[in-house]
T-cell receptor, first 118, second 113 residues
Framework: AQSVTQLDSQVPVFEEAPVELRCNYSSSVSVYLFWYVQYPNQGLQLLLKYLSGSTLVESINGFEAEFNKSQTSFHLRKPSVHISDTAEYFCAVSVINAGGTSYGKLTFGQGTILTVHP | DGGITQSPKYLFRKEGQNVTLSCEQNLNHDAMYWYRQDPGQGLRLIYYSQIVNDFQKGDIAEGYSVSREKKESFPLTVTSAQKNPTAFYLC????????????FGPGTRLTVT
């Protein structure tokens, strides 16, 4: 079975500072990797995903994540955060089955609450 | 506007009562999912359906039931057998398959006393 560990439950930072939210996963098979963001009292929105190819993936609002197969990690980074980035961030994996497809079952980490202070 | 709707946003029930949470999507997605969110535990999959009239148990299906009679609808019933039903419930849909983005509804917060 697969599992996802987000190493920090809360990350406070000041506006315009860099931030890294850490995610490690455990799986005996290949996976797709995702970061979702949840603003207070809302559903989740996809931030970015890694399926294959370049190990560095980027979102439209300045976040990036790098897939590291040897370390089974998919850390999320942003060089300069804004107040509006305050939210809870979830890392998730979807197992790729033997046929090369995936059933869409997501396994989520516990979440990291990012709080950006002025 | 295309999207997923969940109703109601807040729901209160007495212990021992069954309650049904609504989830409707107009995205023409084949796959739909129900998750439960508890503080500090992330999201856990309750049930999922890849096609109409078919659904599978997720990781925490005990005490829950679902139906998928229409492509656009995937209601979740929280039964009296669910020992700790108070939680935030999120419904999602996707085109199908794990490579595709899941689109989430706004959630229903259920409180059982």
């Amino acid at each position: 079975a697969q599992s996802v560990t987000q190493l920090d439950s809360q990350v406070p930072v000041f506006e315009e500072a860099p931030v890294e939210l850490r995610c490690n996963y455990s799986s005996s098979v290949s996976v797709y990797l995702f970061w979702y963001v949840q603003y207070p009292n809302q559903g989740l929105q996809l931030l970015l995903k890694y399926l294959s190819g370049s190990t560095l993936v980027e979102s439209i609002n300045g976040f990036e994540a790098e897939f590291n197969k040897s370390q089974t990690s998919f850390h999320l980074r942003k060089p300069s955060v804004h107040i509006s980035d305050t939210a809870e961030y979830f890392c998730a994996v979807s197992v790729i089955n033997a046929g090369g497809t995936s059933y869409g079952k997501l396994t989520f980490g516990q979440g990291t609450i990012l709080t950006v202070h002025p | 506007d295309g999207g997923i709707t969940q109703s109601p946003k807040y729901l209160f029930r007495k212990e021992g009562q069954n309650v049904t949470l609504s989830c409707e999507q107009n995205l023409n997605h084949d796959a739909m999912y129900w998750y439960r969110q508890d503080p500090g535990q992330g999201l856990r999959l309750i049930y999922y359906s890849q096609i109409v009239n078919d659904f599978q148990k997720g990781d925490i299906a005990e005490g829950y039931s679902v139906s998928r009679e229409k492509k656009e609808s995937f209601p979740l019933t929280v039964t009296s057998a669910q020992k700790n039903p108070t939680a935030f419930y999120l419904c999602a849909s996707s085109i199908g398959g794990g490579a595709y983005e899941q689109y989430f509804g706004p959630g229903t917060r259920l409180t059982v006393t």
